[in-house]
């Protein structure tokens, strides 16, 4: 049933350029230059009355939110905030008609993204679900549901349910870009062809593992790891670092990078593991700024970085190669090799990486 792998994870990890391809299947209307999210019944005049998205999760899935909102931004220009569902309800949130509340979760049974959603409905806002899990609660409590169709995911740390998340909120963002009309025709055809890449480019991805693995065994002895990235890459951050404190026990934080200097940077000591994505795009610049910063107070960086990179190379300790891609759509490929050395690391450590302590597949629990 693991096809050959040694854990679900691992399996999982891999069938994800399939599972994205699942994600895109039928969904692209090419002449239009737009998206085809036909289970969402969303027309310009619903549209009209949307002045705000709330997206609504918990873990990963909030991380997922995270570039949603940088996505939805980005491409329709429709404000939205990304709420922790397990905070929501307790704070008298200001929703109501004029709101778009967007659930996202995998299992469509998390108990506290459940609540929220029904929360922001009885407020009066309009309901709307990202799940993995057909016909799930939090599936059938929303007005309209996108699903993800990753297949099943059995290892307890989220992989490709993230990343087909990733996929379908910008198929999300493309159909609401589209029908604000921020986004012409012409650009939604170019969002469209970088979207189809998609899976080829996380297979190269994947190719990079043997890299990885290197990796992993000079991580393996660290107390602490810190990872950093910038605007569509700081959500990825954040889940590089849950992905390894999950499932490696190895204490892990996330930061956007440019927060380093505003308290993290005391962190940082001779031989700290720092993984850093510096992939090219719009903050580059800034990011080898942190990279130089870990490396003066003897951190190990590690960076992730655009196929063909030399500059980073040559200032970094380890450097891990993925494919170009629109900085948007990046996170889908840079999480990559931050799921396989979470898996390796955690591997070469012995735990239970598909079942890790405390943990369960749906948090079905407040
Ligand atoms: C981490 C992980 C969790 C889930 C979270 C939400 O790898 O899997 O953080 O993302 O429990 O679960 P769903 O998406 O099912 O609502």
Redesign the pocket.
Known sequence: EKGGHKHFMHKEIHEQPRALADTLRGRFSEDEGDTLVGEVDLDRRTLETVRRITIL??????HAGLVGKQLIERLARIPVEVDLASEFRYREPVVDGSVLALA???????ID?LAALREAKRLGARTMAVC?VLGSA?AREADDVLYTHAGPEIG???TK??TTQLTALALLAIRLGRLTGHLDAEAGRRWLAALRELPTKVEKALEGEAKVVEVAHAILQARDVLFLGRGPQAPVALEGA??LK?ISYIHAEGYAAGEMKHGPIALIETDLPVVVIATKDATYEKTIGNIEEVRARGGKVVAIVTEGDTHVRSIADHVIEVPDCVPLLMPVVTSIPLQLLAYHVADLRGTDVDQPRNLA???TVE
């Open positions: 999760a918990c873990g990963t899935s909030w996202i979760s995998q299992s469509g049974e998390t993204t993995n939090i307890v740390a989220s349910a993230f849950l992905k999950e597949k749906s948090v």
